[in-house]
């Protein structure tokens, strides 16, 4: 019997992924906020480039408390709502559920691990361009790899799930049509998104701009790597040693992704909290504690903490 999964967060990432999952016959139960009466009259509609599909009825739930146990709970959240991960996530809990935590930013699986034991937490990044365009409606642009392993906590002594049970989730994903990939390393995978998050999404909020138009001129695509190579040193400090090529990498994929705006710049868009401090301030935190110094990301962490204190909606009332 396949296991059953869970999502919490079924917006561009939980919707797209879990959708997939549903499609192809995966027991998926999604939490949905203000758009569940939508999806429970019209059903979840995705458009993507691996194929639009649109499913008629799905386990769709307004509370956890409403949802059956899972073998498996996705996270999809957003980091800046994990204050009520553990509210969330303990309803669908049973002695053997596994928590994946498909968030942006650094040791964000932390919140889990806190009421979780440390064979049930995993961790992992989904390189994704994915955008929530409507109710139950999911617009799906490019990418969809997740390379997901065994969260071991921050000093690194907790010991994550068998390797087998993750090796089954990843299986149930790539049957789902998903590029999912395990890791034995998951700090290195999560420093080489960083590598990409980190100053795309601090950029497209600060400068107002999307992926093709920082690429697109001069000074913001050689900050952009400069930022890059400074994260890439912050990993190192911490004991991942990645390549200087990578950067290269980094910007070169840029080059070839689809025009996006980040999940960051929408959110501050449309007055939602962003994710500075899971993937700002955790960096620095750890660069803190290696004693590396990080001038670029210290100052793009202060002016995104300014902005997101100090916007103001259309009418000058301060957003809270």
Not at 110 to 131: D, E, H, I, W
Request: charged fraction near 20%; aromatic fraction near 8%; hydrophobic fraction near 40%.
């Amino acid at each position: 019997m396949g296991y059953k999964y869970g999502v919490i967060g079924s917006g561009a990432l939980g919707g797209f992924y879990g959708g997939l999952m549903a499609r192809a016959g995966h027991e998926v139960h999604f939490l949905f906020h203000s758009d569940i009466e939508h999806v429970r009259k019209h059903g979840l509609r995705v458009d993507s480039k691996l194929g639009d599909f649109h499913l008629p009825q799905v386990h769709a739930y307004g509370s956890p408390l409403q949802m059956p146990k899972c073998d498996v709970v996705l996270i999809g959240l957003k980091s800046t709502q994990n204050h009520l991960l553990e509210s969330l996530v303990t309803p669908l809990l049973h002695s053997d559920s596994i928590v994946l935590v498909l968030q942006n930013g650094l040791n964000v699986e932390q919140a889990a691990r806190s009421f979780l034991g440390s064979t049930q937490v995993a961790g992992g990044c989904c390189f994704l361009c994915s955008n929530k365009v409507g109710p139950g409606h999911i617009r799906h642009l490019d990418y969809g790899r997740i390379v997901f392993g065994a969260y071991r906590g921050i000093d690194g002594k907790d010991t994550g799930p068998e390797a087998h049970r993750l090796e089954q989730i990843r299986s149930d994903m790539v049957a789902s049509g998903i590029e999912a990939h395990l890791t034995d390393d998951l700090p290195m995978t999560k420093w080489k998104k960083l590598m990409w998050n980190i100053p795309f999404n601090g950029l497209s909020v600060l400068l107002d701009a999307s992926t093709d138009a920082i690429m697109a001129d001069s000074d913001s695509r050689s900050l952009a790597a400069r930022i890059s190579e400074e994260v890439r040193q912050i990993g190192c400090a911490a004991g991942c040693s990645i390549e200087p090529s990578y950067v290269d990498w980094v910007i070169d994929h840029t080059d070839e992704m689809v025009p996006y705006d980040s999940s960051m710049r929408l959110d501050f868009l449309h007055g939602r909290p962003i994710e500075v401090e899971a993937i700002y301030g955790n960096a620095l935190q750890e660069a803190e504690r290696c004693g590396f110094s990080a001038p670029i990301v210290t100052t793009m962490y202060q002016q995104l903490r300014f902005m997101a204190s100090h916007r103001k909606a259309s009418d000058g009332m301060v957003i809270p």
